[in-house]
């Protein structure tokens, strides 16, 4: 089975922190996005990578970078954490055979800014 | 420009009873269609997807999904169903002329089957 692991379950974090969020994926998947989860929004695209070194912005990338330097690792990175980012973040991957449209995802990591 | 609408917050239904989860989407062109479940602590699982074909679909723990043209609407079914069903459904759209590989969610519905 595809495995999608997220470096942390939980996170408290304070105001103007830099945080990371560690995605790897272990099927060699092309794809890699990061979603954001907020009750009644569903989820919302942050950023994605068709591949290492490339990135696409989502719905929503504004306070967030990303970092693909290795095709099974995909980072999120909050330059300066705020409390509107406290979130459930989900990363997931895909393959681009088949249309690609197959998420896997982690199991998620739930973050508290203070 | 792609969207979902998940019209229900909740559904809740008696174990053993069908059930539904509404979905109706919008896109320019054809869509793809797909519907994901969320147990609780756990992330997001594939259920089914509409790409071509028979308007029913067959997906995983005994679901199956309806697409309808007219009505643009993905409606997620299952016969009979059990407790163990209870979780947070996603529906979720990409439309085929969108070249990339992003999908458009709804806001979720969460099913509660009572005993």
């Known amino acids: 089975d595809v495995k999608v692991t997220q470096s942390s379950r939980y996170l408290v974090k304070r105001t103007g922190e830099k945080v990371f969020l560690e995605c790897v994926q272990d099927?060699?998947?092309?794809?890699m996005f990061w979603y954001r989860q907020d009750p009644g929004l569903g989820l919302r695209l942050i950023y994605f990578?068709?591949?290492?070194?490339?990135?696409e912005k989502g719905d929503i990338p504004e306070g967030y970078s990303v970092s693909r330097e290795k095709k099974e690792r995909f980072s999120l990175i909050l330059e300066s954490a705020s409390t509107n980012q406290t979130s459930m973040y989900l990363c997931?991957?895909?393959?681009?055979?088949?249309?690609?449209?197959?998420?896997?995802f982690g199991s998620g990591t739930q973050l508290s800014v203070l | 420009a792609q969207s979902v609408a998940q019209p229900e917050d909740q559904v809740n239904v008696a174990e053993g009873n069908p059930l539904t989860v509404k979905c109706t989407y919008s896109?320019?062109?054809?869509?793809?269609l797909f519907w994901y479940v969320q147990y609780p602590n756990r992330g997001l699982q594939f259920l089914l997807k509409?790409?071509?074909?028979?308007?029913l679909v067959k997906g995983s723990y005994g679901f199956e999904a309806e697409f309808n043209k007219s009505q643009t609407s993905f409606h997620l079914k299952k016969p009979s169903a059990l407790v163990s069903d209870s979780a947070l459904y996603f529906c979720?759209?990409?439309?085929?002329?969108?070249?990339?590989?992003?999908?458009?969610f709804g806001g979720g519905t969460r099913l509660m089957v009572k005993p």
């Open positions: 990578s068709y591949d290492v070194k490339m990135k």
């Open positions: 099927m060699d998947h092309e794809n």
């Open positions: 979720a759209v990409r439309d085929i002329t969108n070249a990339g590989n992003m999908l458009t």
């Open positions: 509409y790409i071509t074909g028979d308007n």
């Open positions: 896109v320019s062109g054809n869509p793809y």
């Open positions: 997931a991957s895909s393959t681009q055979q088949g249309g690609g449209e197959k998420l896997f």
